[in-house]
């Protein structure tokens, strides 16, 4: 009980002036001032504790939530738009070749994208069943010219070709760019197998596109910024393509068909940032899965 009633008077007590002015932030630790001749030492003061600082250095919480929004927020936000645009695409080869991805090619190489991607397996189940029950949905492609004149294919799948059509023209007319005719000449549609680049150089790259029978191989980047070989071949040859890649030894991410651009087109500073501002409002359009350009990437 005396115990007790000391540790309150001396809670209530008030704090020395030294003692205040000791206390007031500092970016060392330094052990508490002695008391006076004869005080009453305080229990606080008697006993091990550990010391709490309270430096303006430390309070540093607001820099942890800034990583959070500038950092895992828009890393989290371009999952969750890829997610999306992978589950329009099973819709799509649900459509065209239906839901057994056995008798599907396109449909098991998009189902492997996603695994390779780390979409959820119950996300890919659930994206398979509501295509299946989902209402008719009709799969298109809008021609536009963009900023600098650059030339973009937007692929669509809608229920509403009007409401798309609207979507699209507005965000076009809003960055800069235009719906134009006869513009899908500029592009061929390919077979595409993608493979890890990080480990193959150049020259080999070529000797496997050779031996595996692929036209051409390209060098690029995949979503995170890590190198990326696409071997490019005959649609009607893709599957023979991958298979050789594999044989060979390569480590085979995708395979699919793209729409490749005939003549790239350079831009400068200020036509590309539109362009980029723009083809990335677009794929923001719920509607839309994949946006085509032929824009020469930046050197």
């Known amino acids: 009980m005396l115990g007790a ?14 003692l205040a002015a000791w206390c ?7 052990s508490a001032p002695p008391p006076a001749p004869g005080a009453l030492s305080p229990v606080w003061m008697s006993s091990p504790v550990r010391t709490l600082q309270l430096c303006s250095a430390l309070c540093a919480g607001h820099n942890k939530w800034s990583k959070v929004k500038h950092i895992k927020g828009p890393k989290d936000e371009a999952r969750g738009k890829m997610i999306m645009k992978l589950g329009l695409m099973i819709k799509i080869a649900v459509k065209e070749g239906g839901s057994n991805p056995d008798l599907n090619i396109n449909l098991a190489h998009i189902l492997e994208q ?19 029950k989902a209402k008719p949905v009709s799969q298109h492609t809008f021609e536009a010219r963009g900023p600098g004149g650059c030339v ?19 965000l076009l007319n809003k960055n800069g760019g235009t719906l134009s005719d006869r513009l899908r000449h500029s592009f061929t549609k390919k077979g595409v197998v993608g493979a890890p680049g990080k480990t193959i150089s150049t020259e080999r790259a070529l000797e496997l596109a050779i031996e595996a029978g692929a036209e051409d191989v390209q060098e690029t980047e995949d979503e995170e910024e ?28 995708s395979s699919g068909t793209e729409f490749v651009p005939g003549n790239l087109l350079s831009l400068d500073p200020d036509q590309l940032d539109a362009a980029s501002t723009l083809v990335d409002a677009l794929n923001d359009c719920p509607d839309v899965v994949r946006v085509w350009d032929n824009i020469q990437a930046a050197s």
């Open 5 to 18: 009633e000391v540790l309150r008077a001396a809670l209530r007590a008030p704090l020395p002036r030294t």
């Open 24 to 30: 007031r932030c500092s970016s060392g630790v330094k």
């Open 114 to 132: 996603c695994r390779n991607k780390n979409m959820p397996k119950a996300s890919i189940e659930a994206v398979l069943k509501s295509a299946e």
């Open 226 to 253: 890590q190198p990326l070989l696409k071997f490019m071949c005959d649609t009607t040859e893709l599957n023979k393509v991958r298979a050789s890649l594999e044989e060979l030894g390569v480590q085979v991410v």
């Open 152 to 170: 973009l294919l937007i692929e669509v799948l809608t229920d509403s070709i009007a409401r798309s059509h609207h979507d699209i023209k507005r």
